[in-house]
């Protein structure tokens, strides 16, 4: 059964940094592509960036590029979020997500319990 | 960049089949393909429709996606309405630059 748990979620003040972790198990970390999903408690999922599973190739959303690092340990299992230059709207419940495969079509097929990020004076 | 553009809230009554749509605002559900996720409150969203219209193994025949290439806008139809599919949709799909994207959320309520 995959399991994706997030940690590293805290209250950090308007312009301070924060490191997200994902330690994953359940499935051959290594094959798959790894996401990073948002969502201000009560409102609409925003994805945030996912990282392949070749550890190179990846894609952030323009509210983050820049800001926002994505990483993997594929020995350790773990994905990361490293957050710089944090704002108030970057408060949210951030999911880790893992990408599926089937049929040709491509979604996540398992989800975290998210861990919150709180940005505030 | 991309918007999905789906209606804040749905009812209907149990039973009954309700159906959620999710716009685009450019480019197309048939280049770039459409999921649907439910995500109940307190839970992480789960995958109810992938590539349109396919079904992941355990997911109801109840939950059914289509597209509309002429209006550029999908659907979700849930039919035989019950009490546990109340819960948030989200449509989600990609630019052209393969970001994904998210539709803002349906509420379903099930009266």
């Known amino acids: 059964e995959v399991h994706l748990v997030e940690s590293g979620g805290d209250v950090v003040q308007p312009g301070g940094s924060l490191r997200l972790s994902c330690a994953a198990s359940g499935f051959t970390f290594n094959e798959y592509t790894l996401h990073w999903v948002r969502q201000v408690p009560g409102k609409g999922l925003e994805w945030i960036s996912l990282l392949a599973w070749d550890g190179h190739t990846t894609y952030y959303a323009d509210s983050v590029q820049g800001r926002f690092t994505i990483s993997r340990d594929n020995s350790r299992n773990s994905l990361f979020l490293e957050m710089n230059n944090l704002r108030a709207e970057d408060t949210a419940l951030y999911y880790c997500?893992?990408?599926?495969?089937?049929?040709?079509?491509?979604?996540?097929?398992?989800w975290g319990q998210g861990t919150l990020v709180t940005v505030s004076s | 960049n991309v918007i999905l553009t789906q209606p804040h809230s749905v009812s209907e009554s149990p039973g009954k089949t309700v159906t959620i749509s999710c716009t685009r605002s450019s480019g197309s559900f048939a280049s770039n393909s459409v999921q649907w996720y439910q995500q109940r409150p307190g839970s992480s969203p789960t995958i109810m429709i992938f590539?349109?219209?396919?079904?992941p193994s355990g997911v109801p025949d109840r939950f059914s996606g289509s597209i509309d290439t002429s209006s550029n806008s999908a659907s979700l139809t849930v039919s035989g309405l019950r009490t546990e599919d109340e819960a948030d949709y989200f449509c989600?799909?990609?630019?052209?630059?393969?970001?994904?994207?998210f539709g803002g959320g349906t509420k379903l309520t099930v009266l």
């Open positions: 989600q799909s990609y630019d052209d630059d393969n970001l994904w994207v």
């Open positions: 590539e349109n219209h396919q079904r």
């Open positions: 997500a893992k990408e599926g495969q089937d049929y040709g079509g491509i979604y996540f097929d398992s």
